[in-house]
């Protein structure tokens, strides 16, 4: 005598909701990875930010502690070599004063470059990144050329190269004098980008 197998109606209501949940939970796995990825980045950016921040605020104090003072020190020598030799020709200078004013502290932008080379700079607040790349570019391609002229100098002199002592110092006056303009320059980028808001909102850690 054959069996009958009386089969179960199938549940559709239960394997919807099933599958509802199922693709629900991987939905929302797809949702939480993003976030993390999202919330890594937003990190990791602002890592990159305020290490450049850091490295500014360097950069700003040398400017104001040591560029400056030595630039005016630097430029009150060379006007007295100058006032000295109009008034005798042949008088022997001191030069170890000049060899003093050698800058051996450079303005950094290593950080810059660093965050840059990471990637994370195209998740940073664009306008703040585009003032920070105008400053440090100007820092590098600009003024970092007239320092590197100014010790060029100072060590023509060191060297005993110098042909004609009063025209020597005429110039040197002229390229200092150019040199303190764009500190002050470059002084006003560094004041007004410490002074932006979302710049001094970067929740960096002291």
């Known amino acids: 005598m054959a069996l009958k197998y009386k089969h179960s109606p199938i ?6 909701a099933e599958s509802a949940f199922i693709g629900a939970s991987i939905l929302l796995a797809f949702a ?12 990791r950016t602002l890592i990159a930010l305020c290490n450049v921040k850091s490295e500014l605020a360097f950069n700003r104090v040398l400017l104001k502690s040591d ?9 009150r020598l060379s006007y007295a070599a ?10 022997n200078l001191e030069e170890a004063h000049f060899e003093k004013m ?11 470059t660093l965050a840059g080379e990471s990637g ?6 664009f306008q703040l990144a585009t003032e920070i790349g105008a400053l440090l570019d100007y820092q590098e391609d600009r003024y970092q050329v007239m320092v590197d002229r100014i010790n ?21 006056s002229t390229t200092i004098e150019e040199w303190i ?26």
């Open 152 to 172: 060029s100098a100072i060590m023509e002199l060191k060297l005993s190269t110098v042909e004609s002592p009063l025209d020597y110092y005429l110039s040197l």
């Open 82 to 91: 100058v006032s000295q030799l109009q008034a005798q020709p042949d008088a």
């Open 11 to 16: 549940k559709w209501r239960a394997v919807f």
């Open 102 to 112: 050698l800058l051996r502290e450079s303005l950094r932008y290593s950080a810059w």
């Open 181 to 206: 303009a764009q500190t002050q320059y470059l002084e006003g980028k560094y004041d007004a980008l410490f002074e932006r808001e979302d710049f001094i909102n970067l929740a960096c850690e002291d």
């Open 32 to 43: 939480l990875q993003d976030w993390d990825e999202a919330k890594d980045i937003e990190e």
């Open 120 to 125: 994370y700079l195209v998740y940073a607040n």
């Open 67 to 75: 560029y400056v003072p030595r630039q005016q020190g630097m430029l």
